[in-house]
């Protein structure tokens, strides 16, 4: 065995010695004249090889075993102008040891031991502009760490285990232009008046705070990434920077910064992708005039409000990939023509001409490759948007608006005690809709219909032992997809007659408005293309909301209907129940 190592060591001893002495080449290297470059990566090397020839500009040690660097390991390399380090097991680096290396251009120490770098490690090395000390244990930064690099350009510390960075620390970074931070407690960072890029990583800290970034004058592009803790963009935290690109990622915000966003007139590129947000509002962006990317992917987004974006006049890419979202309206943009990439792939669409213009511009509009698929109605269910035949979309993709029919004014006149009816029938074209469903039925486990009106198959409002405070105007609006229509009807009630009004309890009116109260004084009615907001005379409101509504004849249609009450006649109501009771009905 020994015998058998000793024979095949000995032309490897030998084989340093083969290129003619130019300098020499360490033992267990290999040196590249033309390049000037010496390289022992994975050597096992435990410390800097002697040899090393004077004119070397590329030092490559990495993944070896080194532990220590003093001064003089790296003596008498004044051509040095690359140095690597990386992933050995270096847990001490003696003041000096980096001193007699004038040219040093880069300095990688990623993956190695430092838990600390006492004062003047770093001296004289006036041409380093890069310095890698990421995936170190480095728990503090002191003052003046770095003080002499001047011409640094990029200084990663990602992935330390720092604690605490001195005030100091970054001084004399003169020319600095990135710098990474990761796991740490962010403090001041000081002046850095050349940073261009600031990445921070892994922090906890729950809010951005006012002016955090005050000192940072030149800074153009943010990130922030992995910070579960953090909740909130104050509208104070941006102020002072003027950022091309910003990137919020892989947080707690559950809204869009808008506040902190305005202002921001020179940024192109915003990355909210990955956090829990809901809802884009309207006008969010309004001041982002210069946006050319938008990402929001990944986040939880149900709702795209019309005019979001709403002053973004330059948006080439929007990116909404992996969201709950069931339409995208072309009413949400300040103009679609700018687009060019549009990602709504892994979002339950609903297919109907909400998303028409997409289908319009597909030959033009770049989807990245991913298709977006409907997830209704059943019919197309799993299709790709845009494969869908012709033939379907003239089916689908028709959008009339609904039309309520027997449009003849309704003025009811009754007395109270009797029973009182109002029609409102709809149909996205005329005589397509026939079909009844069920009987509404209570959604939820609340309780059943209180008072005295309730909503019958078809549309039809029914108000029971109708009571003079029932008199006013009702309003049934139909919508759809396409649109929505809307129609009046009035009610005036009499009282009963004053003779029968003294006869006994059965009558007495107090009581009975108590048991059994018409809540319907004032109505909102929110469907799913939003709000209506009524007059004050407006008293009820019903919705025909057409999910879906096939064009012809002889297709049925399909009708989903709700219904929703919401008191809000005094503060007393509105806090005790709740409010609001809904109902839902599907018409077949
Ligand atoms: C920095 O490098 C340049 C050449 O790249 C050299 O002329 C200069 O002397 C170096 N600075 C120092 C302090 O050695
Ligand atoms: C951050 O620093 C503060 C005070 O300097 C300290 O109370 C807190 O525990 C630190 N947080 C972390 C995660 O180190
Ligand atoms: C994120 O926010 C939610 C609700 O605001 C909270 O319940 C959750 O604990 C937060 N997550 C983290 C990691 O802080
Ligand atoms: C913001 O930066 C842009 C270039 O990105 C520059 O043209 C503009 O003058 C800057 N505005 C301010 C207020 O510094
Ligand atoms: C946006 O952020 C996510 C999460 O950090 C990242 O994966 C994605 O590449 C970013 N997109 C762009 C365009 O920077
Ligand atoms: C859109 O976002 C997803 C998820 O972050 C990402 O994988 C994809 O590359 C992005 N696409 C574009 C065009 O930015
Ligand atoms: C009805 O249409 C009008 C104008 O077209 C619109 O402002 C309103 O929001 C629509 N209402 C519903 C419930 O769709
Ligand atoms: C008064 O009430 C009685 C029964 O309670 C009824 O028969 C009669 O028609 C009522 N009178 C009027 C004017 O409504
Ligand atoms: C009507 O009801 C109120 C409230 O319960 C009661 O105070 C009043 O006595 C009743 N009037 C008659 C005539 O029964």
Redesign the pocket.
Known sequence: MTCWLCVLSLPLLLLPAAPPPAGGCPARCECTAQTRAVACTRRRLTAVPDGIPAETRLLELSRNRIRCLNPGDLAALPALEELDLSENAIAHVEPGAFANLPRLRVLRLRGNQLKLIPPGVFTRLDNLTLLDLSENKLVILLDYTFQDLHSLRRLEVGDNDLVFISRRAFAGLLALEELTLERCNLTSLGHLRGLGALRLRHLAIAALEDQNFRRLPGLLHLEIDNWPLLEDVAAGSLRGLNLTSLSVTHTNITAVPAAALRHHAHLTCLNLSHNPIITVPRGSFRDLVRLRELHLAGALLAVVEPQAFLGLRQIRLLNLSNNLLSTLEESTFHSVNTLETLRVDGNPLACDCRLLWIVQRSKTLNLDGRLPACATPAEVRGDALRNLPDSVLFEYFVCRKPKIRERRLQRVAATAGEDVRFLCRAGGRAGAHRGLGDPPAPAGDGPPARGRASVLPGGTLEIQDARPQDSGTYTC?A?NAG??DTYFAMLTVRPEPAANRTLGEAHNETLAALRAPLDLTTILVS?A??C?TFLGVVLFCF?LLFVWSRGRGQHKNNFSVEYSFRKVDGPAAAAGQGGARKFNMKMI
């Open positions: 609006v919508s649109g929505n469907t293309m939003g209506i919705v």
